[in-house]
T-cell receptor
Framework: NAGVTQTPKFQVLKTGQSMTLQCAQD?????MYWYRQDPGMGLRLIYY???????DKGEVPNGYNVSRLNKREFSLRLESAAPSQTSVYFC?????????FGPGTRLTVT | GEDVEQSLFLSVREGDSSVINCTYT??????LYWYKQEPGAGLQLLTY?????DMKQDQRLTVLLNKKDKHLSLRIADTQTGDSAIYFC????????????FGKGTRLSVIA
């Protein structure tokens, strides 16, 4: 039982490049979330998926797209990376009143 | 709207008690949470309290909830250097299955 896994752990991109951050959970949770963490800003919600087949915008969705591929997997895509997207990205999953986090992806855009 | 506030820094001596405070605005919040983030790691769910409780104790951790003042605190007894981390307070909408609303986190430094 791995919980929430994220790949890659680290990534460096040049401005304008695209990439997809992968997230998977093995806890059979309905809801999945993507957050970004920046110094002094806490965690900010990018997108979430309350159930398979649905996605909703969070507080900071601009520049990102998501796909809820199936119940286990929820990916985050940066189509054209910008330096402002340098951050640590966390995926989480949960049911009702519990949420569990992955280890994070540290992304640097130069 | 929902908002969660925490002080940003706290420094304590090893062996002392630490008290981390949090205020929230959504009086309908059902659960309130404390997460711990160690350097370079993800967020670990430490404990949570249901809104109809005043206190919850789990080993060295005591959570106090004052619903009237919308104030939540986390007390860590006999603080150790391994407790050095960022602690996040969070609340959730009563319907559940919604994103948590986090405070900005309190960085706890434990001095040996």
């Amino acid at each position: 039982n791995a919980g929430v896994t994220q790949t890659p752990k680290f990534q460096v991109l040049k401005t304008g490049q695209s990439m997809t951050l992968q997230c998977a959970q093995d806890m059979n949770h309905n809801s999945m979330y993507w957050y970004r963490q920046d110094p002094g800003m806490g965690l900010r919600l990018i997108y979430y998926s309350a159930s398979e087949g649905t996605t909703d915008k969070g507080e900071v969705p601009n520049g990102y797209n998501v796909s809820r591929l199936n119940k286990r997997e929820f990916s985050l895509r940066l189509e054209s990376a910008a330096p402002s997207q340098t951050s640590v990205y966390f995926c989480a999953s949960g049911d009702k009143y519990e949420q569990y986090f992955g280890p994070g992806t540290r992304l640097t855009v130069t | 709207g929902e908002d969660v506030e925490q002080s940003l820094f706290l420094s304590v001596r090893e062996g002392d008690s630490s008290v981390i405070n949090c205020t929230y605005t959504d009086s309908s919040s059902t659960y309130l949470y404390w997460y711990k983030q160690e350097p370079g790691a993800g967020l670990q769910l430490l404990t949570y309290i249901f809104s109809n409780m005043d206190m919850k104790q789990d080993q060295r951790l005591t959570v106090l909830l004052n619903k009237k003042d919308k104030h939540l605190s986390l007390r860590i007894a006999d603080t150790q250097t391994g407790d050095s981390a960022i602690y996040f307070c969070a609340e959730i909408h009563p319907s559940g299955n919604t994103p948590l609303v986090f405070g900005k986190g309190t960085r706890l430094s434990v001095i040996a």
